[in-house]
């Protein structure tokens, strides 16, 4: 079981979902390589490719993000995703706990629209992201 306790965390998990806020991710990584203890280590006002740019290619981390996008000139939605990112150097052993972490990950940052499974920054790309959050979003009349 990873520990997901630290008070910081659900601090920025909530910092996030305000709109009183301007703080739009977070960016969890484990203490060091033999612990299973998450501790909030950045949270950021920029876009989804500022979050890209935080990940490490040696760790295993997760993120969360709040993405606005818009249908058409009047609408504007925002939704949120769960990032498990599994870097290219990340070691075996920690690899093979992401599945049962990220269930206990989930119990603290437990509203997104979609997760997004990142092994590589490309995962992240805004665009295709934002298709599959208007695909989960229900009733789109932009025929996507």
């Avoid at 990584?29 to 740019?53: C, F, I, M, P, W």
């Avoid at 119990?107 to 992240?124: F, M, N, P």
């Amino acid at each position: 079981m990873a520990d997901v306790s630290d008070p910081k965390i659900t601090e920025a998990y909530l910092d996030v979902r305000s709109d009183k806020s301007d703080t739009n991710w977070l960016l969890l990584d484990y203490e060091n390589d033999r612990s299973d203890k998450l501790v909030l280590t950045q949270t950021g006002t920029g876009s989804l490719a500022d979050l890209r740019h935080a990940l490490d290619d040696s760790k295993a981390s997760y993120g969360y993000a709040r993405v606005t996008y818009s249908n058409d000139k009047e609408s504007r939605r925002e939704k949120f995703i769960l990032v498990v990112w599994i870097g290219s150097g990340c070691k075996v052993m920690r690899k093979a706990k992401i599945s049962v972490h990220a269930a206990n990950v989930k119990e603290v940052l437990r509203v997104y629209s979609i997760e997004v499974a990142a092994r590589e920054r490309d995962d992240l790309k805004e665009d295709p992201i934002i298709v599959r959050l208007r695909k989960a979003g229900g009733a789109s009349y932009d025929g996507v």
